[in-house]
């Protein structure tokens, strides 16, 4: 059996950065030190916890001198919910470290030399700024170390997975990110299944009722829950869905899944109506969009209408454009901007976002709109743009992963003019862009910060032809 390796202890250590994944940075010789929960300024001891060559991991096991730019996280779970990792950090702090990782990202991954890049778009609203959130039935909730050593009994928990360990849940009783009403059915939800005895799911046996809950809320004022059982008990899924409208009558849309796979996705799952409707509305400069329960939509929605805004200025249209909108969800962006182009095409993976997409064409008399579904690599190649058209601007919003090489290639051989460039992920945006800098040069950026407190970061690039220039 191989022996454990002994971590060293390093005392007295300054913090002297922040990491793009969110983690601080310390130095300590030759070596990089990435560490949670800490702000540049600190002075603490560090436990190595992982070593490699050129960098390790560590914990904080005592703070000497916290730093004079620190913030005190208003959430009581702070520390290990792994959901708000900045709370600690000022907010104008957050959007220096985000603007530096796009910046950052594209100078080193993407190789650009010159391009204007523009001052950060922070979010007016930073506390309840969310629209969707999922929660976790778990028999399993996560305990800390002393109440393990006291042998206190494991409970069940409703709120999130602790990083790191999947079949672990810390209960929430108030969660920051989403509007009140979100922690009123949680809770609702938990005692009732207290009080009835209800079986919490057990991830790695595989049993036991009760899975996640998604809620889901709009600008509109509607509100989506959807519910997902593992094991069916009728009888028990009327009561408990009673309940909770008795409780929160302004449920507008209360849907039910049974859900029996190994996964929670629910892409591939059967939706029950139990109340309402199967969808709620959400509006954005006088434009409605409908969302299901397997739709996307940018879970931070006022900030979503800015980055659109953002979008649709950098692609400058004038009326005459064919616009391709890749990774299009709902087709917010293809029908947002819809009045500005000729036409416009959106291509989806999900069919039933598509279906959505279409509908939010209709209901707001947009006629100049296409949809299609289906892989992106598989639908966007030489033969649609030929029977399509080429197109003089494309849109693309892709997943954190980024565009597939297929996709590249596909813009290449189409030639737009513009390519605007939206992403959840500077790293594989900056990744990508390299690859169409064959043809593309980057002239302006903008970052705009959809999720406050955590590290993640929307970037906004314009791309022309390097002919055009």
Known sequence: MRKKKNLPLLEQITITDVAAEGKAIARYNDMVIFIPFAVPGDVVDIQITRKKNSYAEGKIVTTHSYSTNRETPFCEHFGICGGCKWQNLPYASQLTYKQKQVYDNLTRIGKIQSFDMLPILGSEQTQFYRNKLEFTFSNKAWMNYDMLQAGAPRTAALGFHIPGMFDKVLHIEKCWLQDEISNMIRNTLHEFCQQQHISYFDLKEQHGMMRNVIVRTSTTGEIMVIVVFYEKDQSIINEMLSYLLKKVPSISSLLY?????????????????????????????????????????????????????????????????????????????????????????????????????????????????????????????????????????????????????????????????????????????????????????????????????????????????????
Not at 287 to 293: A, V, Y
Not at 306 to 333: C, H, M, P, Q
Not at 443 to 450: E, L, P
């Open 257 to 469: 899944i049974h859900n029996t796979k190994a996964n929670d996705t629910i892409s591939d799952q059967e939706i029950h109506v139990f109340h309402g409707s199967d969808h709620i509305f959400e509006q954005m400069e006088g434009l409605k969009f409908k969302i299901g329960p397997k739709s996307f939509y940018q879970t931070n929605s006022r900030q979503a209408y800015e980055l659109y805004k953002i979008t649709r200025d950098f692609a400058s249209l004038t009326g005459n454009e064919l616009v391709y909108d890749l990774y299009t969800g709902t087709g917010t962006i293809a029908n947002f901007v819809a009045n500005r182009a000729q036409k416009v095409i959106g291509i989806e993976y999900v069919p039933e976002a598509i279906e959505d997409a279409k509908v939010n064409a209709s209901i707001n008399n947009i006629t100049n709109t296409s949809f299609f579904a289906g892989d992106m690599k598989d639908i966007l190649n030489e033969s649609f743009i030929k029977t399509q058209g080429k197109p003089d601007v494309i849109i693309t919003d892709p997943p954190r992963a980024g565009m597939h090489d297929d996709v590249i290639k596909a813009i290449l051989f189409a030639s737009p003019k513009k390519i605007v460039y939206v992403s959840c992920n500077p790293a594989t945006q900056a990744r990508d862009i390299l690859l169409l800098s064959e043809k593309y040069r980057v002239i302006k950026v903008q970052a705009v910060d959809m999720f406050p407190h955590t590290h993640h970061v929307e970037s906004v690039a314009l791309l022309e032809e390097k002919e055009s220039l």
